[in-house]
């Protein structure tokens, strides 16, 4: 008996899923597995772990990558508002850094960075982040033995920025970081595997129907990569706390956004193309391993899967006239519906992906021996 | 044949006259030098950022009073950690008494901090002589990675959540919000409020001949003779502002200090000097990066003698701790050949003992009373009045 009403269950999903899911699925990229990528290069990729946890990569050496893209938090934080370089607050959530290399473009929140090196380039730099002078960086490695032998082993056969193979330089600092990130990618997806549970199947037939999730968030990346306005509350603490709404400004002024002062709200992509009618979008996010990024959105405003679940199934939260995605209605997703859209959502995850900081990371520097006899 | 004698009549005149002016040329001197001279009573007021011309200690004016506390304020740094007097400290001299300046933090500088006593009187700036102005020094220390590290977005920023600075910048320059060139404006004019030209030197070139002891002024005689110091040293700020190399000897920092290793590479590298340069030099070339040119390595900027009784140690490096230890120097005829470009001016002096002693009596004429003003509370910040958020 309880089989088959499991059975009718399935048959039933299995016609939702057939009936519902082309009217929508079809005009948009299916959802699938990762694909696989070619391995990098394990020295480069050691060199690039290194750096990552480099608080020398930062202006006063106070933070490295890891410090805002924590492994033991998803390479994200617990903040709904990211830590930033000491005198200043930031006013984003910091998003992962898993899977990050499937993405190819659009790289932050407002889509401001298209290629992963420039992204590097600018969390290095930005005064807000990172706040290093690129130069100064690349001497600063080269006063180390360890990161120069690495270099040697992983980058002995190329000249990036140098006429001498080998050697350290900013671009080699920045393409190992890259090969570091080609192995955050998710492990043991169900998802992936084909291994989704009834509950989760159900979920995926209404993410890619009565939900109507698969609108942005398509593809094996779950996300369409381009700019959308849901609606998201503001977070108060970025105009409550003068820190983080000076380093908004400061950014706002970086990327000669008008009327910098008055704006009360996160204006989004509009930073970038400047039209009114991008003000509140932001790039869709990937829902892959979000087991571990909460907290969720552009500010960090839902603390669980729950929250946003509701807040999409209200049809999103409020925006001035034809501001908000079109996309955007109430769902009328009942409580079981939204439990299996959740759980289809866990499936995304896979094994956790924890990295521990290698062994003799440090922020002082030994001096060179023989200094005048030796080349530079 | 009359014309001639015409010719020779103005020609001696002209010399004539030239040396009344005061205008002394030491033997094989290659250029003319001006008199050691008394400093005007307040330093040029620049027509784009005009301020009062008072100076210390008579009360500031409100500009000298904003920049009072920007000049103390950790705002104007990348990570709202150090201000300007923190290399430039009134406890040091207004400068610093390590060789090497501090920099930022995580970093070290590379040269020696000069003081900012009397800096408006001068034309050019750093060790480098490549600023002119102080409105322009001010950016160049406060944004460069190795002093101030700090970003004019965020620092203006900065500035416009404090509702004191808001309410100051819109008093002296009538914005609506606190600009960072105006921030370095008001810096630059609370430097020139730190001026001292009342010095016993001063005093004595005014005429009060009791101002300098007899052996101050034997030593005063051999500045601008025997030891021939004023061939450099020389108008009302003790420099030609002219560049030389002298061999000043390299600082042991650059052979112990690792991250003094880095920001030695680092400056050749942003400083765009050859690949060769870079891969080979060991010591600091001065002004060879302005134009990367062979015959300016080793140059350096006649350092300003006023205040130095407060601004061990000397030279660009900061090689040497006392004056007794520059004047030996000199004594020697300066340091090693270097880069073949050392000055020819440099010889040995043959001072005897007294000499020394005389001549570094009259250096320290060059410097009045200390000044210290004392760090001020600077600005806090505070939300917008209007902050809450609103779509």
């Known amino acids: 008996m309880k089989k088959r009403i499991i059975s009718v269950s399935v048959i039933i999903a299995a016609m939702l899923f057939v009936f519902i899911s082309p009217l929508m699925a079809a005009e948009f990229p299916d959802i699938g597995p990762l694909p696989e990528r070619k391995a990098p290069n394990p020295k480069a990729v050691e060199l690039g772990k290194a750096l990552f946890f480099d608080a020398r990569l930062s202006g006063d050496a106070a933070l490295s990558c890891a410090t805002c893209h924590n492994s033991e938090m998803g390479f994200t934080t617990r903040d709904p508002l990211s830590e930033a370089y000491p005198g200043s607050k930031h006013w984003r959530n910091a998003p992962t850094l898993l899977n990050i290399v499937y993405k190819g473009k659009t790289y932050g929140w407002d889509g401001r960075l298209d290629d992963l090196d420039d992204m590097l380039r600018d969390m290095i730099t930005d005064s807000m982040n990172m706040n290093m002078d690129m130069q100064l960086m690349q001497e600063r490695l080269k006063q180390d033995p360890k990161i120069v032998a690495l270099t040697k082993e992983g980058y002995g056969d190329k000249n990036m920025g140098t006429s001498q193979k080998g050697e350290m330089t900013h671009y080699v600092a920045r393409n190992a970081l890259i090969q570091f990130l080609e192995t955050l990618t998710s492990k043991n997806v169900p998802f992936d595997k084909g291994n989704l549970s009834a509950k989760a199947k159900e979920g995926m037939a209404l993410f890619k129907g009565k939900a109507g999730c698969i609108q942005c968030h398509n593809g094996s990346y779950f996300s369409d990569i381009k700019p959308h306005n849901t609606g998201v509350p503001e977070n108060p603490e970025v105009f409550k706390d003068p820190q983080r709404h000076f380093t908004y400004v400061a950014y706002m002024m970086f990327m000669g956004v008008d009327n910098r002062m008055n704006w009360r709200r996160d204006v989004g992509y509009y930073t970038i193309s400047k039209d009114m009618k991008d003000i509140g979008k932001f790039i869709t996010p990937t829902l892959r391993e979000l087991k571990y990024t909460a907290p969720y959105m552009h500010n960090g405003m839902f603390k669980t899967l729950d929250e946003v679940i509701e807040f999409y199934n209200k049809g999103g939260g409020e925006d001035r006239p034809g501001l908000k995605d079109s996309a955007m209605k109430p769902l009328n997703l009942n409580s079981s519906e939204k439990e299996a859209l959740k759980e289809f959502l866990l499936s995304l995850s896979g094994d956790p992906i924890s990295i521990p900081m290698p062994k003799g990371v440090k922020v002082e520097y030994q001096a060179i021996p023989n200094w005048k006899g030796v080349k530079n | ?391």
Not at chain 2, 274 to 280: A, C, I, M, N, W
């Open chain 2, 1 to 391: 044949m009359k014309k001639i004698f015409i010719f020779y009549i103005l020609a001696v005149a002209l010399i004539t006259v030239i040396l009344s002016w005061g205008v002394v040329m030491a033997e094989g001197d290659p250029d003319m030098d001006p008199a050691l001279s008394a400093l005007p009573e307040h330093p040029p007021i620049p027509t784009d950022n005009p301020s009062g011309k008072n100076i210390y200690p008579s009360k500031m004016d409100k500009k000298q009073e904003l920049g009072y506390l920007l000049y103390f304020d950790p705002k104007l740094s990348g990570d709202g950690s150090i201000s300007c007097a923190d290399c430039h400290d009134p406890k040091m001299g207004w400068g610093f008494s390590d060789p090497i300046s501090r920099g930022y933090p995580g970093t070290v500088h590379w040269r020696n901090s000069q003081t900012v006593i009397n800096t408006g009187y001068l034309n050019k700036i750093f060790w480098e002589g490549g600023t002119t102005s102080l409105e322009a020094q001010a950016p160049a220390a406060a944004e460069g990675a190795v002093a101030g590290n700090g970003s004019r977005d965020m620092m203006e920023s900065r500035l416009r959540f404090s509702p004191e600075y808001v309410k100051r910048f819109k008093e002296v320059y009538g914005s609506e919000w606190p600009l960072i060139e105006d921030a370095y404006g008001a810096i630059a004019a609370y430097e020139r409020y730190l001026s001292q030209p009342n010095t016993p030197v001063d005093k004595y070139m005014k005429g009060d001949k009791n101002a300098m002891s007899a052996k101050a002024v034997k030593g005063m005689v051999l500045f601008k003779g025997k030891a021939n110091c004023a061939e450099c040293h020389n108008g009302p700020m003790f420099t030609d502002e002219k560049f030389y190399d002298i061999g000043v000897p390299d600082p042991s920092e650059f052979f112990e200090n690792g991250i003094q290793q880095v920001t030695f590479r680092y400056q050749h590298y942003a400083k765009g000097s050859t690949e060769d340069v870079y891969r080979s030099h060991k010591s600091d070339p001065g002004i060879y990066f302005k134009q990367k040119r062979q015959e300016d390595k080793g140059k350096f900027r006649t350092a300003p003698l006023r205040y130095s009784k407060y601004t061990a140690p000397y030279m660009h490096n900061g090689t040497m701790f006392t004056l007794e230890e520059v004047i030996d120097f000199y004594d020697k005829g300066g340091g090693e050949d270097r880069w073949g470009n050392k000055t020819k001016i440099m010889k040995p002096l043959n001072l005897t003992k007294d000499e020394k002693e005389a001549l570094k009596e009259f250096l320290l004429t060059l410097s009045g009373e200390e000044i210290r003003m004392p760090v001020p509370k600077v600005p806090d910040y505070a939300p917008m009045a209007d902050w809450q958020p609103k779509k």
